[in-house]
């Protein structure tokens, strides 16, 4: 991976690296609470399971009806919390250079919705689920099948390299992704599926609309997060001294020209560059200080 390409991935500005570091937080938050709670009481905390997983319940969700965003941030298991995240960050960096950063967030929240709407219809209709009782939903993995999808969708030959495998087709990733949801259904947390399921669903959707004539059902909830992202946040500065007059502080012209192309590409995706622009940045990739 490219420095620049890793720059938008991981750096604080970045939507990919918010969503992880999100997830992360969260997981240590809720795994040191529960494990003090659990040293003194014996009993293991029910508090973030109700606040922030999303129940089976309509009436329970009707009372947090917040939880059908927060269960797509919350993790209790370390594997899953690792595998997901990993998985968000291989499928997020496809995502983030076919479209930028803010379709990342909003495939991102929509896939999570439509898992937990798939979730609610499953759990109070299909006969399987008549005598499970109450449940809850929690993880990011649908709004992760909605990033899959929503890439395979859009560029479905586009190939990426697999180790031990070799190259692959996205679509044929994808694939093997949704098979292997269908057919772990009858082996338990059948709800946690269909909802990977609603996921899929929304991105292939949002996908394979985009690809064929340019439409964006996701635009309204783009919209919602422009608007919040607009809202002004004061933020202290940090004064930087150079006391060595040797050492200089990089050529502001070419700095913010340099921030001016990935803020470009972070909002836009790399095809959004001129060909000149292009040719910009592998300058300032080769010579960083040109």
């Known amino acids: 991976m490219s420095r620049n390409r890793l720059r938008l991935s991981l750096t604080k500005d970045g939507a990919l690296a918010g969503l992880i570091y999100i997830n992360i937080a969260i997981f240590i938050v809720v795994g040191i609470y529960n494990a003090i709670f659990y040293l003194i009481t014996d009993h293991t905390p ?77 759990y109070n209709s299909l006969p399987v689920f008549y005598d499970e009782g109450t449940s809850i939903l929690l993880g990011a993995s649908a709004a992760i099948m909605a990033i899959t999808f929503g890439s395979a969708s859009f560029s479905p030959n586009h190939r990426i390299w697999l180790m031990f495998i070799g190259e692959v087709k996205l679509k044929y990733l994808a694939l093997v992704y949704l098979v292997i949801d269908l057919i772990q259904i009858p082996f338990g947390n059948a709800g946690g599926h269909i909802a990977h399921l609603g996921g899929a669903f929304v991105g292939a959707l949002w996908g394979y609309t985009y690809r064929r004539n340019g439409k964006n059902v996701l635009g309204w909830l783009e919209s919602i997060l422009s608007g919040i992202k607009k809202i002004p946040v004061k933020r202290s500065r940090i004064k930087v001294a150079y006391k060595n007059p040797q050492i200089q502080p990089r050529k502001k012209t070419n700095s913010k020209e340099l921030d001016e192309l990935l803020d470009k590409i972070s909002q836009k995706g790399l095809d959004s560059l001129t060909e000149a622009e292009k040719q910009k940045l592998f300058k300032f990739k080769n010579d960083p200080n040109s």
């Open 46 to 122: 029910l508090f973030f399971d109700k606040m922030l997983a999303l129940s089976s319940d309509p009436i329970a969700v009707a009372k947090h009806p917040w939880t059908i965003i927060t269960y797509m941030f919350y993790h209790l298991d370390f594997l899953h919390a690792l595998f997901n995240l990993l998985v968000l960050y291989w499928f997020g960096v496809i995502f983030v250079d076919f479209f930028g950063n803010l379709k990342l967030t909003s495939m991102y929240i929509a896939g999570g919705i439509s898992g937990g709407l798939f979730y609610l219809l499953a």
